[in-house]
């Protein structure tokens, strides 16, 4: 349940397998186990080489991001103690990678065997270990089953692996892209009583960098806070991308002080006019901080935009706003453990960060590179995680 304190236990077995376990609050649900009314986390079995050399993945710290979100990862080099695994783990398995070598057409059978048996499937991903080594239509056609076709050893093919674990054991809904404003004249003057201030020159200057960020990115919609700041970096910062624009007052600024306090939507429609920009379905009082935007409010108001997103069509969105309110969704203000990839803390002045949307309404972050601004962690390390 929810209310379980996070314990994360580590068994190291020589040339057999690592075996971490998860319990507690997590961004996935949990599931039943069919043996003894245990009851266990969404749960992938990994069937590696020895230490877990293939690729140069950091395996332990793979194994202890996915427990950070409630999903168990089961490593094994032994294809026998994987299969054994798998039968004790019951309906909580939810999908197997394994090296064709370590396990290979007979791995394959058997878990699909066991699928079988309990009236379902579990999806299995062949790990090559070179793109000659297995036909991938001919285990698409005669098993039905996935080969990787990417590099795991770099970050595009990393992040492809990491996605289809993620949608097998928690499930994705959306791919978000998180936007922060770009600087505005209260951030540089700290001059908390300039009413909805604009973004100054170096903050015009961010956008145009955020343009070139930007350039070729696709979504199926902008959702943006009607703050003068956040219209004015989607504009600069979307403006040519042709992706449809739309007023969001959810995400408008938690404080209520005149610089996080919008203005009219006839104020809005002087200052936007002759842009792709529409205010017409603004309620004329949603910058008023009364009721949901009471500042008291917050974290009811970004649960409720979340839910709001989920009902959505789109798969595929930007999100433009401001930093508490990107840092109260996504839980960076400490409130959940952070993953070894991701950026901890508020976000800068037109940062970008992607995550998908769960299934349980929580979210995951997309791996990325380091940078040297990242004081967190180490460097080296992602550097051969990510590629």
């Known amino acids: ?79 026998t103690r994987a299969f054994r695994a798998a039968e004790r783990l019951g309906v909580s398995l939810r999908c197997v990678v394994t090296k064709w070598r370590r396990g290979g057409r007979k791995l394959i059978e058997r878990v699909q065997d066991l699928g079988g048996r309990q009236k379902r499937h579990v999806p299995i991903l062949v790990l090559p270990d070179d793109p000659g080594e297995v036909n991938a239509s001919d285990i698409r056609s005669e098993l039905g089953e996935e080969v990787f076709a990417g590099d795991p050893s770099t970050l595009e093919g990393y992040t492809a692996l990491v996605e289809w674990i993620v949608r097998r054991t928690l499930g994705i809904e959306k791919l978000v892209m998180f936007v922060r404003h770009a600087q ?13 201030p604009a973004i100054t020159a170096e903050g015009t200057r961010q956008a145009h960098d955020l343009a ?102 789109e798969t595929s969105v930007i999100l433009v706003a401001h930093n508490v309110i990107l840092t109260e969704m996504l839980g960076l203000d400490g409130g959940r453990r952070i993953l070894s990839w991701e950026r901890s803390g508020g976000f800068d002045n037109c940062e970008a960060r992607r995550y998908w949307l769960l299934g349980s309404g929580g979210w995951f972050p997309l791996p990325r590179e380091r940078s040297d601004s990242d004081s967190d962690g180490d460097i080296r390390r992602m550097s051969l995680l990510c590629g």
């Open 1 to 79: 349940s929810s209310s379980r304190v996070l314990q994360v236990s580590v068994v190291f077995i020589p040339w057999v397998g690592l075996a971490i376990r998860s319990r507690g609050p997590a961004m996935g649900a949990s599931f039943g186990s069919a043996l003894n009314g245990k009851i266990d986390p969404p749960t992938v079995i990994w069937v590696h080489g020895p230490a877990g050399a293939q690729y140069d993945l950091d395996l332990s710290t793979f194994v202890t991001d996915f427990a950070y979100v409630g999903v168990q990862c089961l490593v094994f080099s032994d294809s």
């Open 184 to 196: 505005a004249e209260h951030n540089i003057t700290e001059d908390w009583s300039i009413a909805d």
């Open 212 to 313: 070139l960020q930007m350039r070729g990115v696709r979504a199926d919609a902008i959702f943006s806070s009607p703050l003068r700041r956040t219209l004015q970096t989607t504009l600069l910062g979307f403006g040519k991308s042709g992706i449809p624009v739309f007023c969001q007052p959810l995400l408008q600024e938690g404080g209520d002080g005149p610089c996080d306090t919008g203005s009219d939507a006839a104020t809005l429609r002087r200052w936007f006019a002759g842009t792709a920009l529409n205010f017409d379905s603004l309620p004329e009082d949603w910058y008023v901080k009364q009721g949901i935007n009471e500042t008291g409010r917050l974290a009811e108001r970004v649960g409720r935009f979340v839910a709001w997103l989920r009902g959505r069509p």
